[in-house]
């Protein structure tokens, strides 16, 4: 199943589905539950708020839409603030899940403790950062990091592709990428530069993953990059550069991102749900989905699926989430 492009990458949340409960006569329709559920088989009704990683969107777009099928009473409202935009939200509560293409940092850690929002790390699917070029470059096939770094590294003043090897033809290099709130932006600067956040800032820096593939497919000597899934989406109009991280040119592949032979771009992706919002049944309903189907959600998502032990660690720390809000809730009460 492919996502609409437009509602992958919208800016403001997507409502995947409004679930209108009409006041109905006494004669014989159930009322809404106080519990959530809508009287009439238990199903939950309501709205999850997730918001963060425009990366993380489709996956959790996907995992919507599959749990809208057997619930159309929950609302799913997926934002794509970046990374860290969505961290900020969610650690002053405005969402019940947020997603992350990096783990959550410690100055976001700290603002979650100070307004007292518990949350559990859950990685969900894997991804391969890509280097792409446009469709029309036929002279570059592989980059070694070295060359990467060479390209992105603070203060780089390289603006054509002779640069970079001088097999190459004389060029003009343009740049696309993320901004500084993505956090692909953070893995790649920390992957190929060796610290997150080091680039150097002349290049056309977007949110919005679309523009970054306008970008590069209309111009000769145009790179960027993004996660893996964006390439599988527009692979008609780009080309994916294999890596040399040492060991030779590996593309990025299911394969090669689950074997690790990626390196260094292969990263795990994550969601992280607000334990207080367990209480909510529409919430742990979709958690609870979301985690149960982590392997289809991840193929129709072009994602890479969890291996059975990192499956196996995710129902663990489901757990240990849902050991948590019991714990929030005891003292609560």
Not at 73 to 96: L, N, P, R
Not at 281 to 299: C, G, H, M, Q, T
Request: proline residues 4%; hydrophobic residues 35%; contains cysteine.
């Amino acid at each position: 199943m492919n996502i609409p492009t437009s509602l992958r990458r919208a800016k403001t949340p997507v409502v995947l589905t409004a679930a209108v409960l009409l006041a109905v006569s006494a004669c014989g329709s159930a009322e809404a539950g106080s519990d959530g559920s809508d009287g009439e088989g238990g199903k939950p009704t309501g709205t999850v708020q997730v918001d963060g990683s425009s990366t993380v969107a489709p996956l959790s777009t996907v995992a919507a839409e599959l749990f809208r099928a057997e619930n159309p009473g929950v609302e799913v409202a997926v934002g794509t603030s970046g990374t860290g935009g969505g961290f900020e939200k969610f650690c002053h509560g405005e969402t019940d899940i947020s997603n992350a293409s990096r783990a959550i940092e410690d100055v976001e850690a700290s603002a979650c403790r100070l307004k007292g929002v518990e949350y559990q790390e859950l990685q969900v699917a894997g991804d391969g950062l890509s280097v792409v070029v446009s469709k029309d470059n036929d002279f570059v096939e592989c980059l070694t990091v070295d060359q990467l770094r060479m390209i992105w590294q603070p203060g780089s003043k390289i603006d054509n592709w002779n640069q970079v090897d001088a097999t190459f033809p004389d060029q003009k290099l343009e740049l696309f990428g993320p901004g500084t709130d993505s956090g692909t932006f953070d893995y790649f600067t920390g992957a190929v530069n060796g610290e997150e956040g080091a680039s150097r800032t002349d290049y056309a820096a977007n949110e919005d993953d679309d523009l970054i593939v306008r970008g590069v497919s209309g111009s000769v000597g145009g790179m960027g990059y993004f996660g893996h899934s964006y390439y599988e989406e527009n692979k008609d109009q780009l080309k994916a550069l294999a890596i040399d991280g040492g060991d030779g040119c590996v593309a990025p592949t299911v394969e090669a991102v689950q074997n690790g032979s990626y390196k260094p771009l292969a990263r795990p992706l994550f969601i992280y749900p607000r334990a207080s919002s367990l209480e909510k049944p529409e919430v742990a309903a979709f958690l609870d989905y979301y985690v149960e189907n982590n392997k289809r959600i991840a193929e129709k998502a072009n994602f890479v699926p969890l291996s059975a032990e990192q499956d196996a660690e995710l129902r663990k720390d489901l757990d240990a989430l849902k050991a948590k809000q019991a714990k929030q809730a005891k003292q609560e009460s």
